[in-house]
């Protein structure tokens, strides 16, 4: 499958399954041998079907509509920047995907309660390519700290990179995602979702 045909499987995913929280529709998206690294959730189908059973007994909220702020794909990876209130709180969300056969076969995530702030990303223009030495540089220029980090997966579209890379502070980890638009060699728009990395999970796979 190409990029665009990723995407729409990811996007559909989150349209027919989570957003109408379906469950039924789960083997129509997902691969039967599903990786779950989201710390709070089990593993495999039955971890995700678990998970929209919880949603149905939520309330669905008043004013209905896509949380899904920016959606970038290269290769087999899909990444999702998500703007989202759930249950009071403000969250700032990054999903990435893994896709093979037009499946979904892995995923991971990272949530920050960022409910004192105001998520301000305007979907950004894929219309450039960029450069993969020039994202390392300017995801260096704009936080230093990532030299001593680990960068686990990079993905480009257009002039457009999303990062997962992990931040080691005080002696504590993070799980860490970088959006960023890049324009001749330098970030010009930039949004960044962190979240610690538990000691306990609800699955043994790693948040990373």
């Known amino acids: 499958m190409n990029n665009d045909a990723n995407k729409k499987l990811v996007l559909d995913l989150y349209k027919k399954v989570i957003g109408q929280r379906n469950a039924d529709l789960i083997d129509n998206y997902i691969g039967d041998n599903y990786i779950q690294h989201s710390p709070s959730m089990k593993d495999g189908k039955a971890g995700l079907r678990e998970a929209i059973e ?6 669905r909220p008043e004013v209905q509509k896509s949380p899904i702020v920016l959606a970038i794909a290269e290769g087999d990876y899909v990444m999702l920047l998500l ?3 759930f249950m009071g709180k403000h969250l700032s969300v990054a ?15 990272a949530i920050q309660d960022i409910s004192s702030t105001e998520l301000n990303v305007p979907l950004f223009d894929v219309d450039a390519d960029v450069v993969l030495s020039d994202v390392d540089k300017t995801l260096i220029e704009k936080h230093p700290d990532l030299r001593r980090d680990k960068i686990h997966r990079m993905i480009v579209e257009g002039n457009v990179a999303g990062v997962q890379s992990e931040i080691d502070k005080s002696g504590k980890r993070f799980a860490c995602y970088d959006f960023l638009k890049i324009i001749d060699s330098k970030i010009v728009q930039s949004w960044r979702v962190v979240q610690a990395i538990p000691e306990n999970m ?6 990373l």
């Open 54 to 59: 919880y949603l149905k007994l939520l309330p």
């Open 95 to 109: 999903d990435l995907f893994k896709v093979s056969d037009g499946k979904i076969v892995e995923h991971w995530d």
């Open 83 to 85: 703007d989202l209130n």
């Open 202 to 207: 609800a699955n043994s796979n790693g948040m």
